[in-house]
């Protein structure tokens, strides 16, 4: 019996001493902190010029679609210089148009001036020859040499207008004048200009603040609204420098929120580590070479992706409170990222139409005003834009 008891102890404590020792080298492999916090873009919209805001189309906590309409400003004296350029614009290619009908009336005047001086010059010869021979005077002779002279004056004069005219008109098509590229590159900046009266959700998300009201006079460059992208957040996870020794990139981690509790766990991976900890960033970074130091662990920010639809089920507001821990037995990964991002971290083409709208208005008021025999060198963007 005693022999019983005894072999039953040395199995429990050898049991005891096996879970502790595995429970031991488990822990080990794994690193965890509540220091943890979702993190996500804030996104300021603002305007580009100072105005009065007329319309407002969105509150905080709507859910906005990339380039939805989100505020209409006045925008009466961008509206005004567009219109005056509009009409210069047109003016200029109507003035183009008369230098290149100028062009073909000179180059008119040119042939018809060479044909007089033809004939004078043949009327002069055949003159000279019929005094040499004595049937007609000596001045009929002078006389047919001075219109001859005449004719040869005016032929250069009409010479010299037909360069001047084709200088003035240029060798290219009217689209293609000097004059209105300028006009047309005037109106489509103030197109630019009208267009930004209309301002436009930059990504979709949801409105986080709202800084405005209909009837508030704005400056350019100040935030009207601010966005956030609820799809997209990550997480900045705060571990004491004594947790990093086995931290590495595309480690993976689970993490649980203070919002929905234990039944929700997130996967994450570890996507970076911070280059500094919190207190080197600090506003007043600690000044440690003075007498009265005291050591205090630091802790530094690493950077967990979210993986899966669990963020698109149980959406995480920034700030959120979360207990992050992360299983580092792989350790094949980088401490740091060593190579540059193959592409942009972030990208928006919502603001492409401005340029777009005002090319097509230009090739359309050109298109107008081009004379009809001139109007087969109309070609789909023929006043070429820099961005183009």
């Given at each position: 019996?005693?022999?019983?008891?005894?072999?039953?102890?040395?199995?429990?404590?050898?049991?005891?001493?096996?879970?502790?020792?595995?429970?031991?080298?488990?822990?080990?492999?794994?690193?965890?902190?509540?220091?943890?916090?979702?993190?996500?873009?804030?996104?300021?919209?603002?305007?580009?010029?100072?105005?009065?805001?007329?319309?407002?189309?969105?509150?905080?906590?709507?859910?906005?679609?990339?380039?939805?309409?989100?505020?209409?400003?006045?925008?009466?004296?961008?509206?005004?210089?567009?219109?005056?350029?509009?009409?210069?614009?047109?003016?200029?290619?109507?003035?183009?148009?008369?230098?290149?009908?100028?062009?073909?009336?000179?180059?008119?005047?040119?042939?018809?001036?060479?044909?007089?001086?033809?004939?004078?010059?043949?009327?002069?010869?055949?003159?000279?020859?019929?005094?040499?021979?004595?049937?007609?005077?000596?001045?009929?002779r002078d006389i047919s040499v001075l219109r001859m002279?005449?004719?040869?004056?005016?032929?250069?004069?009409?010479?010299?207008?037909?360069?001047?005219?084709?200088?003035?008109?240029?060798?290219?098509?009217?689209?293609?004048?000097?004059?209105?590229?300028?006009?047309?590159?005037?109106?489509?900046?103030?197109?630019?200009?009208?267009?930004?009266?209309?301002?436009?959700?930059?990504?979709?998300?949801?409105?986080?603040?709202?800084?405005?009201?209909?009837?508030?006079?704005?400056?350019?460059?100040?935030?009207?609204?601010?966005?956030?992208?609820?799809?997209?957040?990550?997480?900045?996870?705060?571990?004491?420098?004594?947790?990093?020794?086995?931290?590495?990139?595309?480690?993976?981690?689970?993490?649980?929120?203070?919002?929905?509790?234990?039944?929700?766990?997130?996967?994450?991976?570890?996507?970076?580590?911070?280059?500094?900890?919190?207190?080197?960033?600090?506003?007043?970074?600690?000044?440690?070479?003075?007498?009265?130091?005291?050591?205090?662990?630091?802790?530094?920010?690493?950077?967990?992706?979210?993986?899966?639809?669990?963020?698109?089920?149980?959406?995480?507001?920034?700030?959120?409170?979360?207990?992050?821990?992360?299983?580092?037995?792989?350790?094949?990964?980088?401490?740091?990222?060593?190579?540059?991002?193959?592409?942009?971290?972030?990208?928006?083409?919502?603001?492409?139409?401005?340029?777009?709208?005002?090319?097509?208005?230009?090739?359309?008021?050109?298109?107008?005003?081009?004379?009809?025999?001139?109007?087969t060198e109309a070609t789909p963007r023929t006043v070429?834009?820099?961005?183009?």
């Amino acid at each position: 019996m005693r022999r019983s008891v005894s072999l039953f102890i040395v199995v429990a404590v050898l049991a005891a001493l096996s879970y502790g020792v595995s429970n031991y080298l488990g822990k080990r492999k794994f690193v965890e902190t509540d220091n943890a916090y979702t993190t996500g873009d804030i996104i300021n919209v603002g305007s580009q010029l100072d105005d009065v805001i007329l319309w407002l189309g969105a509150e905080e906590g709507d859910y906005v679609e990339q380039g939805q309409e989100l505020i209409r400003l006045d925008g009466g004296t961008p509206k005004n210089r567009l219109a005056r350029a509009q009409s210069d614009l047109a003016r200029a290619v109507q003035e183009v148009a008369t230098l290149k009908q100028l062009g073909r009336r000179r180059a008119a005047e040119v042939r018809e001036a060479e044909i007089r001086y033809t004939l004078a010059r043949n009327e002069a010869e055949r003159r000279k020859k019929l005094a040499d021979r004595g049937m007609i005077s000596k001045e009929e002779r002078d006389i047919s040499v001075l219109r001859m002279e005449e004719a040869k004056a005016a032929m250069d004069s009409a010479q010299q207008k037909l360069i001047e005219a084709r200088i003035d008109a240029g060798a290219m098509p009217i689209a293609q004048h000097p004059k209105v590229l300028t006009a047309g590159a005037w109106a489509r900046g103030l197109s630019s200009m009208v267009n930004k009266t209309t301002i436009v959700a930059p990504v979709a998300g949801h409105i986080a603040k709202r800084f405005v009201s209909a009837g508030d006079v704005i400056k350019a460059g100040r935030p009207l609204l601010q966005m956030v992208q609820l799809d997209k957040v990550w997480v900045a996870a705060n571990f004491k420098e004594t947790q990093l020794r086995n931290l590495h990139i595309g480690q993976p981690a689970k993490i649980v929120s203070d919002l929905y509790g234990d039944e929700v766990v997130y996967e994450g991976t570890v996507i970076g580590t911070g280059t500094g900890t919190g207190a080197a960033f600090s506003l007043l970074p600690a000044q440690n070479a003075t007498g009265n130091w005291l050591k205090i662990v630091q802790r530094v920010p690493v950077r967990i992706a979210l993986e899966g639809d669990m963020i698109k089920t149980h959406p995480l507001p920034l700030g959120t409170s979360l207990a992050v821990t992360i299983d580092t037995s792989d350790r094949d990964g980088p401490r740091l990222t060593a190579a540059p991002s193959p592409r942009p971290v972030d990208v928006t083409a919502t603001y492409g139409y401005w340029r777009a709208d005002g090319q097509a208005m230009v090739d359309r008021i050109v298109a107008e005003n081009l004379p009809t025999a001139a109007a087969t060198e109309a070609t789909p963007r023929t006043v070429a834009s820099p961005d183009h």
